[in-house]
């Protein structure tokens, strides 16, 4: 099973910006639609962001359009996501995981990865 592992979480200000990876273990990742999801203390984990296999479609949650980009680089087996203008209640763990389906927000599978930390202070 490919692995996930994200990177690039840590401590902003409000206002302030962080690029977010999820690294995948091969090359099979890049034949799947991906998401980001957050989980912030005591909160429900939360889909953030989607991207079909390719990279030329996306969609986010109302709480990030505007704000944030997912991306990636299947060169690389790796998925972004650029969050700008970050606010405190962006505050949470953040995880990458392969899409049920392209336009959903259910991930394909229930394990999960190690997350990065993402603390906005104000």
């Known amino acids: 099973q490919v692995q996930l592992i994200e990177s690039g979480g840590g401590l902003a200000h409000a206002g302030g910006s962080l690029r977010l990876s999820c690294a995948a273990s091969?090359?099979?990742?890049?034949?799947?639609?991906m998401g980001w999801f957050r989980q912030g203390s005591g909160k429900e984990r939360e889909f953030v962001a989607g991207i079909n296999w390719i990279g030329d479609s996306t969609y986010y949650a109302d709480a990030v359009k505007g704000r944030a980009t997912i991306s990636r680089d299947n060169a690389k087996n790796t998925m972004y996501l650029q969050m700008n203008m970050l606010k405190p209640e962006d505050t949470a763990v953040y995880y990458c995981n392969f899409l049920l389906q392209f336009g959903g927000n259910v991930p394909r599978h229930g394990g999960w990865g190690p997350g990065t930390q993402v603390t906005i202070s104000s």
């Open positions: 091969d090359h099979t990742a890049n034949a799947y639609s």
